[in-house]
């Protein structure tokens, strides 16, 4: 005898506890009685005072939760007996036909949408807790009841791995575990059995999941319901009732979603142009106020920052548009922003990944180039630019890396001269004039080296020649006008386009401007450390308006645009 209660037989067991049949010494009523082994005083009553807020609700399909009591330090509850049985119970008896698992389904959806609006999550919808009555009426029993890692594994939606606790308050882990549990009762068996976490991961990242004898509506709405990213799942219990009562899964469209989209189009057109401003504001607030969970704005704000080369910004937009969508093709922009943080493995893998799914994309080819080019694998860079010059030999960029690899090789002087057409590409005819000079700026007892003043031409300025910038630059009071595509800067004597003093202190070849319209770039090609608008430039820096520079004792202005005042 346990507090009034005479136990008849054991019900099952679990990670949490135990459950058995008892008999009501002074009513004769039969209930289930579950005996949880947690002992910890606060966690029983959370999942005590849980227990009671469901049971509140009373609602036809959820268990009837009677009373509870404590003996020995342990808590039991007491609750309605469904002589029916569990779902589990009946998967193991037989199989049940896909138009009795989805009405199962469609009550479990119903019930759950009921008690997600009352601000409760489950935590742990299986089959063990689905029971029937004796009337077989559906109930969910366990709220509140689960083990350290707020559900089981094999229906543990994949974000839960993550050990995140801003998770566990997700309906959409119920939405998971429903849909595993759907799969599970038309197919008799769940794909995540004995699967470890990682296995898991890998088992939706290749889709493999067994759907014969699915019908493909079916096999539809369970690959929405269990996605492993949860904003691509149903978002709420009714949209998933709704799909199985509708036998499809509706794509949402709304003005929102198309105007995002005109966005998407309208950014990736001015980022081409290299309309900056043009388009930043506009994006930013899509992204926070009207569109916060869109995949094209927040690749297009990645783009864009990828372009200004503010790298933290671009690789956080980029993956989460690739937590939205795991689907989407970013191998490149990563590849990317891997060389500009030169971690070139991490950018050699994910760029020849791209490059064998999008063999014809000119612009991941030289990115890849440029990974050898910065890893001194000089001759791996020549082969690959010798092939592409078979297929693409209007590309000016390739003639001119093809060109630097080759002068880094150290070829024979003759061998390497341009030719006409060639050098009509400032890249080529700036590289060709630092290697040929006479008075060298490299190769001073080996420091500094020729290839840190020789410019690798990025793809983007693959069309410089068309720019026609003007670009004015202000030093002791005097205004000089540049239109050449690059200027040079540095020792006076060393051929540079602007020379700032005869002074030792500053290098031979300084740095230089690319001089392209809405697209204009100081890089540094010295060990030498100056100041753009007080910030310290160690590499490369995208200028736009008005800039103030200072190296050493010398101060200088540069605008982009003749439009603007000094």
């Known amino acids: 005898m346990l507090n009034n209660y005479k136990k008849i ?3 099952g067991k679990g990670g949490f ?46 268990i009837n939760y009677l009373h509870s009591f404590y003996d020995n330090g342990l808590l039991y509850l007491v609750m309605e007996y469904c002589s029916g049985g569990s779902l589990r119970d009946i998967l193991k008896q037989k199989n049940i036909s896909y138009n009795i698992a989805l009405k199962y389904c469609s009550t479990i959806a119903a019930t759950l949408d009921f008690i997600h609006n009352k601000g409760i999550i489950h935590h742990d919808i299986k089959p063990d807790n689905i029971l029937f009555d004796s009337n077989n009426n559906l109930k969910i029993t366990d709220f509140g009841i689960s083990n350290s890692l707020t559900g089981t594994i094999p229906y ?17 882990i ?8 759907l799969y599970e009762m038309i197919s008799g068996t769940n794909p995540f059995w004995h699967l470890s976490e990682n296995e898991i991961r ?9 759907f014969s004898g699915f019908p493909e509506w079916v096999q539809n709405i369970i690959l929405k319901a269990i996605h492993k990213t949860p904003e691509l799942r149903f978002q709420f219990m009714k949209d998933f009732k709704d799909a199985i009562i509708a036998k499809n899964v509706p794509i949402l469209l709304s003005k929102d979603m198309i105007d995002a989209g005109n966005l998407a189009i309208k950014s990736d057109r001015a980022l081409k142009r290299k309309r900056w401003k043009n388009i930043l504001s506009e994006l930013k607030y899509a992204d926070t106020t009207i569109y916060p969970n869109n995949v094209n704005i927040k690749i297009q704000l990645g783009r864009y920052y990828l372009f200004m080369r503010k790298l933290s910004e671009a690789k956080d937009y980029f993956e989460s548009a690739k937590k939205l969508n795991p689907r989407i093709s970013i191998q490149k922009e990563l590849g990317n922003i891997y060389l500009e943080l030169r971690q070139y493995p991490f950018a050699i893998s994910l760029l020849s990944d791209h490059i064998n799914l999008n063999p014809a994309d000119l612009e991941a080819h030289n990115l890849l180039v440029k990974c050898y080019y910065e890893t001194d694998r000089y001759e791996v860079a020549i082969d690959h630019l010798t092939m592409l010059l078979k297929f693409s030999d209007d590309k000016p960029c390739f003639y001119n890396n093809y060109y630097i ?49 020789l410019l690798f031409q ?14 004015e630059i202000k030093f002791n009071n005097h205004t000089t006008k540049f239109t050449n595509e690059i200027i040079s800067f540095g020792r006076t004597g060393f051929d540079n386009d602007f020379c700032i003093s005869e002074s030792n202190n500053i290098s031979r070849r300084l740095f230089v401007i690319i001089n392209c319209k809405n697209d204009v ?15 310290i430039i160690k590499d490369k820096i995208f200028l736009s308006g008005l800039h103030e520079i200072k190296i050493s004792d010398y101060n200088f202005s540069i605008k982009t645009d003749i439009n603007l005042l000094f």
């Open 17 to 62: 506890g135990e459950v058995f049949l008892a008999e009501e010494k002074t009513s004769g009523r039969k209930v289930a009685i579950k005996c949880l082994l947690e002992k910890v005083p606060e966690n029983q009553k959370s999942i005590l005072h849980e227990i009671e807020t469901v049971s509140k609700l009373s609602h036809s399909n959820v």
């Open 202 to 210: 890998a088992k939706h990242d290749e889709m493999d999941f067994d």
């Open 458 to 471: 990025d793809f983007r300025y693959d069309q410089i020649n068309n720019s026609d910038n003007v670009i």
């Open 405 to 453: 690899c080759k002068a880094l090789k150290k070829m024979n002087y003759e061998y390497l001269k341009p030719s006409r057409d060639q050098l009509k590409n400032p890249f080529l005819k700036y590289n060709y004039s630092v290697y040929t000079e006479s008075d060298k700026s490299w190769n001073i007892d080996g420091k500094p080296t020729l290839k840190s003043k």
């Open 9 to 11: 037989r054991d019900l």
């Open 174 to 181: 119920d939405v998971y575990a429903l849909g595993i549990t």
């Open 156 to 172: 543990l939606a994949p974000e839960m791995f993550d050990y995140n606790p801003s998770n566990r308050d997700d309906s959409r």
């Open 521 to 535: 770039w100081l890089y540094n090609l010295s060990n030498l450390d100056f100041f753009v608008d007080n910030v």
